[in-house]
């Protein structure tokens, strides 16, 4: 019998319950889990934006967070530059 190492292996229906389990679980912790990746971000924001910025002077005649939070600030600082 010659294996052919290439071949996809054979559908199962093993799978299933552990799905089932995994959905499961979701169902139970998907509000924390969602309540954490966004939060994740506006900590971020909140911390840079409030206390970095609370400590930077105006950049570029506009404040530290208006230029971090708009591209308009990214747009007008790039043109500005030479590389």
């Known amino acids: 019998m010659q294996i052919n190492y290439y071949a996809l292996p054979q559908f199962s ?3 299933i319950p552990d799905l089932a389990a995994q959905l499961h679980g979701l169902e ?3 509000r924390a ?3 954490g990746h966004l939060a994740d971000p506006v900590i ?3 911390g840079l934006g409030y206390g970095l910025g ?4 105006e950049i570029g005649g ?3 967070i208006a230029f971090s939070v708009s591209g308009d600030g990214v747009l ?3 043109e500005q530059c030479q590389f």
């Open 76 to 78: 007008q600082h790039h």
């Open 44 to 46: 971020y924001m909140l």
């Open 62 to 64: 506009m404040s530290y």
């Open 33 to 35: 889990i969602d309540t």
């Open 54 to 57: 609370g400590m930077l002077p």
């Open 28 to 30: 139970k912790n998907g």
């Open 13 to 15: 229906l093993r799978f």
